[in-house]
Structures are given as structure tokens and as C-alpha cells.
T-cell receptor, first 118, second 109 residues
Framework: EPEVTQTPSHQVTQMGQEVILRCVPISNHLYFYWYRQILGQKVEFLVSFYNNEISEKSEIFDDQFSVERPDGSNFTLKIRSTKLEDSAMYFC????????????????FGPGTRLTVT | RKEVEQDPGPFNVPEGATVAFNCTYSNSASQSFFWYRQDCRKEPKLLMSVYSSGNEDGRFTAQLNRASQYISLLIRDSKLSDSATYLCVVNSNDYKLSFGAGTTVTVRA
């Protein structure tokens, strides 16, 4: 069964450093997403990406964040200058289509990258 | 008002029991609804989409009430492996999923 993969599984970085989190979405999916989950809290939407551009972003996704699809398979999230409060689990997700439909829009999540900022 | 609110639980049930819980959503324009399960420190895994007419997948039954803006999940004949946090998820626009905080279910032997 196809699945979303993410690397690394755990990233430790110092405050102010840049980090890049990597994801390989399911191969025939066209829509890509990043979510985060701070320990003990709910999953929160960060950004969606389609056709090489951001479709929507949340208020969390400020100028410190950027996303890119550098080649045909990878989808990355970059945090330019990490803060302590960026410590969280970051999940990548993908879907065949968006919004209402007949199942094609179901989002499938990768195993996550645990980011620890010290 | 939170976009998605859930019974926090925990629901502690014996094997073989039936357990049910709800969630409510605030955006009446929401179109798509899902239940995901999340095991400790793992990713959300899609359990089932929720259709307007209600739907069943094995021991799991989901219902949607658009008028009252709530979604329910019922688990029959609970197994130990059903122990998890169940996330109510609403697609409030074309791209973004809004998650509830989760309902914790523990099935005991």
C-alpha cells in the first residue's frame, strides 16, 4: 500500500537555526499539506500546496516558514530561524484531489518528524 | 467557539463492549467529515469518511447530523487494539482539515 514518508524521524536543533523537513507524498497525489501537533495538543493545519504554489496557509505559517517541491517527488518544509515554540511533531499529508468529492480528497499522513528546538 | 469539539473521554470499556461518542462542528458550510485514529506519538490514520446517510465499516458506524452539526462514531464488539485517540476531522474548505482534540478510548481485557 502506498504511503507518505518523512525524514528525519527526529530532528534536534538549536534556537535560531534553520531546519528542513522532508516528505515524499504518495506518488499519484497532487495536493500536499503540512500540519503540526504540539505535544498534548490537537493537530493544526499549516499549509496546503498544489501545482507548485501555496493554496492556503494558516496564521501559524508566518514568514519563518516556507514550502517547496524541489523535484518530482519531494515536498519540503523549511523553518528559517527556529524558536522554542516550534518544537512539535510535523506531519506531511497528501491527497489525490481537494475538497468535496467521492473519497479522492481523503488526506493520508506520514509518520511525522519530531522537531525539538533547544 | 472551537471549530471542532469532541467528548474528551477517556472512555474505559471492557472487551466486547460498545462505545459511542460525538463531536460537534461550528461551520455549517463544512462539506466533508472524517474519523481518524491516532496512537500515542504516531500519525493520524484515516479510519473512515462520514457520509450524509451514515455509513458502516465492519464494527465501526459513523453518523452525520447536519441540522445539529454533529458527527458520531460507534464501535461495536470492542477489541484491545481499538484503544487509541479518535480524532473528529472536518474539511471546512477545499484544502484545510480542522481537527478536534480527540476522544481517548481504552479497551481493557
Amino acid at each position: 500500500e502506498p504511503e507518505v514518508t518523512q525524514t528525519p524521524s527526529h530532528q534536534v536543533t538549536q534556537m535560531g537555526q534553520e531546519v528542513i523537513l522532508r516528505c515524499v507524498p504518495i506518488s499519484n497525489h497532487l495536493y500536499f499539506y503540512w500540519y503540526r501537533q504540539i505535544l498534548g495538543q490537537k493537530v493544526e493545519f499549516l499549509v496546503s500546496f498544489y501545482n507548485n504554489e501555496i493554496s492556503e496557509k494558516s496564521e501559524i505559517f508566518d514568514d519563518q516558514f516556507s514550502v517547496e517541491r524541489p523535484d518530482g517527488s519531494n515536498f519540503t518544509l523549511k523553518i528559517r530561524s527556529t524558536k522554542l515554540e516550534d518544537s512539535a511533531m510535523y506531519f506531511c499529508a497528501s491527497s489525490e484531489a481537494r475538497g468535496s468529492g467521492s473519497g479522492l480528497y481523503e488526506q493520508y499522513f506520514g509518520p511525522g518528524t519530531r522537531l525539538t528546538v533547544t | 467557539r472551537k471549530e471542532v469539539e469532541q467528548d474528551p473521554g477517556p472512555f474505559n470499556v471492557p472487551e466486547g463492549a460498545t462505545v459511542a461518542f460525538n463531536c460537534t462542528y461550528s461551520n455549517s458550510a463544512s462539506q466533508s467529515f472524517f474519523w481518524y485514529r491516532q496512537d500515542c506519538r504516531k500519525e493520524p490514520k484515516l479510519l473512515m469518511s462520514v457520509y450524509s446517510s451514515g455509513n458502516e465499516d465492519g464494527r465501526f458506524t459513523a453518523q452525520l447530523n447536519r441540522a445539529s452539526q454533529y458527527i458520531s462514531l460507534l464501535i461495536r464488539d470492542s477489541k484491545l487494539s481499538d484503544s487509541a485517540t479518535y480524532l473528529c476531522v472536518v474539511n471546512s474548505n477545499d484544502y484545510k482539515l480542522s481537527f478536534g482534540a480527540g476522544t481517548t478510548v481504552t479497551v481493557r481485557a
